[in-house]
């Protein structure tokens, strides 16, 4: 059987595609391609083909194991489709990315093609061969444009019965500090509420000192690094916010380790202070003395490695667990 995937990951703005073998090693150059997340599903289905079918030229055939792809949306795994899209992509929803493959690929019509939701693409790999290598539950939240959470037991994500498990994020949270954004009468969906974009809004709500310096703006954690009383305000408030968040998680699910990625969080930052500050005082001593939280290591590698995990699982091929040589 063979032990090579083509791995890919799917995002709103670009597409990644590698060669990933059992051991988490790339075999291959990584090669890119911008999402055309407005032309709609042909555009993105011919793009993935295109990635694919170029991976593939580099492979003997009887190497592959798989094709594993993370894609940006809510999964139904066993059928390869998606089910809902926040609407970052044009006419996602309903797009069957498996079947849409075989009708590019010619040579892919027996290949098993496993796709699974991105950031529990992000989890799996986190799992397998970054922060949460080695434990036997794992809960992921990623904190950047959205906020994403995946739990992952010996390797395998959650997924749920509607292909929704995680989706923290589209949640509505009400909030009775400031700041805070209401949709009418409802309250904002928590990443509305906490994440990045909101990290801006805020400072810029505040009237900020750099608000209106178009090359500072987007670097809200940094001016609270340097000690802007507003930015630390603001990443304060928003830090806390998903500590409160996350501590439902570990209430429930009561992961071994816990690990935060996206491009908010980093250790050390006023963000991560106040966040762990509030996840430790709402658990009991018992769990908040055992609490193991750490910072996501693969990047931009995780959803790939995840993707080609899936694909090696499904297969039945067993996976090495050492560290990644994934560039």
């Known amino acids: 059987m063979g032990e090579t995937a083509i791995a890919v990951d799917i995002g709103g703005t670009k597409m990644a595609a590698a060669l990933i073998d059992s051991s988490g090693r790339q075999l291959s150059e990584k090669i890119k391609a911008p999402t055309p997340s ?9 793009t993935l083909a295109s990635l694919i079918e ?16 993370g894609a940006a949306g809510a999964i139904d795994t066993a059928r390869g489709m998606v089910v809902h899209s926040s609407g970052t992509i044009l006419d996602w929803v309903g797009t069957d990315i498996a079947q849409g493959l075989r009708e590019r690929l010619a ?8 796709v699974l939701n991105d950031a529990n693409a992000h989890a799996v790999g986190e799992s397998w061969m970054g922060a949460g290598a080695g434990a036997s539950s794992m809960l992921m939240v990623a904190v950047g444009t959205g906020v994403g959470c ?5 390797g395998v994500v959650l997924e749920g ?34 994440a990045g974009p909101a990290m801006v809004e805020f400072y810029q709500q505040a009237h ?5 310096d178009p090359a500072r703006r987007q670097f809200v954690m940094e001016l609270a690094a340097e000690g802007d009383p507003v ?29 935060l ?3 908010v969080p980093k250790v050390g930052s006023a963000w991560w202070d106040a966040m762990e500050t509030r996840l430790r005082e709402l658990l009991p001593a018992y769990l908040e003395e055992s609490l193991d939280l750490r910072r996501a290591q693969l990047e931009n590698n995780a959803a790939l490695l995840g993707a080609a995990r899936e694909a090696f699982r499904r297969a039945g091929v067993t996976v090495s667990s050492y560290a990644s040589g994934v560039a």
């Not at 492979?59 to 094709?67: K, M, S």
């Not at 040579?107 to 496993?114: D, R």
């Not at 996350?246 to 690990?259: N, T």
Request: glycine share 12%; hydrophobic share 45%.
């Open 161 to 194: 019965a509607h292909h929704m498990a995680g989706e923290i994020g589209m949640a509505r949270i009400s909030f009775a500090d400031e700041p805070h954004i209401n949709d009418g009468n409802l309250p904002a969906k928590f990443e509305q509420n906490s």
């Open 231 to 259: 930015a630390l305000d603001v990443t304060h408030a928003l830090g806390r916010r998903l500590g409160e968040v996350v501590s439902w998680y570990v209430m429930m699910l009561d992961p071994e380790v816990i690990v």
């Open 261 to 263: 990625g996206g491009g």
């Open 150 to 154: 995946a739990f992952c037991i010996d």
């Open 38 to 46: 407005h032309s709609g599903r042909e555009a993105i289905l011919d």
């Open 208 to 212: 900020g000192a750099a608000a209106n």
């Open 54 to 69: 170029r991976e593939y030229e580099l492979l003997d055939e009887t190497a592959l194991a798989g094709i594993g792809i």
């Open 107 to 114: 040579w892919a019509e027996k290949v098993p093609i496993h």
